[in-house]
């Protein structure tokens, strides 16, 4: 019986790692392993997801639909090997990737095909941002048109008039999806696992060389990262107030921002996450007796100044 696998997409800051903790964390008893894909040089999202009893595999350094999508066969492959010990695979990719490659790897290879099925392709989307997404990238468009459910996430930032527009919008670019409207992706575990809604043939009518691999997925070039690492202890008010700085001034360039934080007198982690001007932070797990402590901070954006948000980056910590 072949593994069935939910690919969990959406542009930067959507709410997929939300979305996936939400997965984890439901009483469902069903083990999943979990394939987390990253665009930066570092790896944030691991030790942003809540599941700890899970297996969780990273790939990062490069987008699953181009660089690293020969690691997303090798890591299924050997899932598939361990019959009987996860009920699902969740793969979620970075928010650049483009679904059509992905869907390729379930299909082009041998063994992936017999050893997993694509149960659905799941789109998350900032309804605060989507319009602006749709209009700057195609990789918003094609995370909509490649979809077979699309939550609404963020709901509750946007007027009642402004959501029917923008439900709207989503509708026009794909009217097959189930759509559903959702806050911090509140949605039931149904709606999301085992749909079996995944339509091969829907898609080769909108793109006839889905399977024939010459479709090359070509990122934007101004796009870029800024991935910082600390092994000294952040002072909490510093970092917030030069974060809300930094968002303010140059927020409408930074598409996406998350990390976590080693904060001094605490044995917590500090969690922050931020699109564009938006930001929050919350208390994340404990460290563990013999952890290595160390902060962790992630910046995607255009035109970002490497120097200046490193620099303001180490005037939070111990080490400036």
């Not at 094609?142 to 402004?162: G, M, P, Y």
């Not at 060389?209 to 997925?217: Q, S």
């Not at 035109?303 to 180490?314: N, S």
Request: glycine share 10%; aromatic share 6%.
């Amino acid at each position: 019986m072949r593994i069935p696998v939910t690919v969990l997409t959406g542009y930067l800051g959507a709410g997929k790692t939300t979305l996936l903790n939400r997965i984890l964390t439901e009483n469902h008893g069903r083990r999943f392993a979990v394939v987390v894909n990253e665009f930066g040089e570092i790896g944030v999202d691991n030790d942003l997801v809540v599941g700890a009893d899970e297996e969780i595999f990273e790939m990062n350094n490069g987008c699953v639909c181009c660089t690293v999508r020969g690691d997303l066969m090798r890591i299924l492959g050997n899932l598939a090997k361990r019959k009987g010990a996860f009920d699902g695979i969740l793969v979620e990719t970075t928010g650049l990737a483009d679904p059509a490659p992905v869907i390729q790897t379930f299909y082009m290879d041998e063994d992936t095909f017999d050893a997993c099925a694509l149960d659905s392709v799941v789109t998350v989307v900032d309804a605060a941002h989507i319009e602006t997404q749709l209009a700057r990238g195609h990789e918003a468009v094609e995370q909509l048109v490649f979809a077979d459910l699309i939550i609404l996430n963020k709901s509750d930032l946007l007027s009642a008039s402004e959501l029917a527009r923008v439900q709207f919008r989503i509708n026009t670019v794909n009217p097959y999806a189930r759509l559903v409207v959702a806050e911090r992706c509140n949605v039931g575990l149904d709606i999301v696992l085992d749909r079996k809604s995944f339509d091969l043939t829907r898609l080769l009518s909108l793109e006839p060389e889905l399977l024939t691999g010459d479709a090359a997925h070509v990122h934007d070039d101004g796009i870029a990262d800024v991935s910082l690492v600390s092994d000294h202890p952040v002072d909490a008010g510093r970092f917030k107030a030069w974060l809300g700085e930094l968002l303010k001034t140059k927020g409408q360039d930074i598409l996406r921002a998350k990390g976590i934080l080693d904060i001094q007198d605490s044995d917590r982690r500090f969690v922050f996450q931020g699109v564009h001007m938006l930001s929050e932070f919350s208390t994340g797990l404990p460290w563990r007796e013999g952890e290595k402590r160390q902060s962790k901070a992630v910046f995607i954006g255009r035109g970002l100044d490497k120097e200046a948000i490193t620099a303001g980056f180490a005037a939070c910590t111990g080490g400036r």
